[in-house]
């Protein structure tokens, strides 16, 4: 399907091109499905990848859970992930000063090099925004940050003048892609939504078909549930790559969040 037909305002509205690249990969496949590839080695990322490859929009991972990172080792990751035109999502969540985070996407995992999106806390204030935007100048490379808004895990501190605070800082930068929202409570999700609008998109972990609560506090919500109150990506982890059968399941869950699209 086209993407502006499948998107609507959301296609209009949403500036930063990387919004574009990810609902353009999604019509085509017909799945809203960001893979949180929470895996331990490099080749179970690589094996994933290509196993539900067809059935996901986007790729984000954990680069330092990985047991046997070197620059090689993920690159093989990388390219997985481009075979299937999947876009890198390091959900590093940067809390740090600007200058600090612009040096922390470079080091070991230089992340600036590979990946397109990251996730960043608001707390440390709105310039480590500038400083990862930096990280990417750094290389010659355009990403898009998103900022965590909601979270998914319970007692989490982020209260609603906190996301109120996040959604005009991200309002007011051309790098912010949108919002993380809090997954597991489609109320939660249309709040979020009628504040930030159109013109970001918002991704929401705290997804699961079957599950009803995750281990150590993490909540979970239905996919088709999280889309209609307005999430454009659900983050999905367990659900998929903890199945028995991981391609069903990635199948299922496209079909739940491409069937929700449409009907929203
Ligand atoms: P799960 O296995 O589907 O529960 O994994 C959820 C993933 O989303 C995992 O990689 C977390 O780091 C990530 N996550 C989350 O669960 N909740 C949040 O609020 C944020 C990220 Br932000």
Redesign the pocket.
Known sequence: MRADEAWGARWRSCAHPLSHRFMETAAEKGTLVVL?A?LGSTEELVSIIHQVGPHIAAL?T?VDMVEDFSQESWQEVVDAAHSHDLMLFE?R?FADIGRVSQTQMGGIYDIRSWADIV?AHRVSGPDIIDGIAAGWDDVQRIGGVFL?A????RG?LLSEGYTDETIATGAASPHVLGY?G?GSSPDEISSLRGKVGEGKMIWT????LSAEE?VLG?R?GHPSDAIRAGSDGV?????IH?SDDPVAAAKAYADATWAALMSR
């Open positions: 949180a929470d984000k954990h959900d969540k996730t965590l909601q979270m998914s895990s989490n993380i809090n972990p705290g997804v699961n995750g993490q979970y983050i999905v982890g367990t659900g903890g």
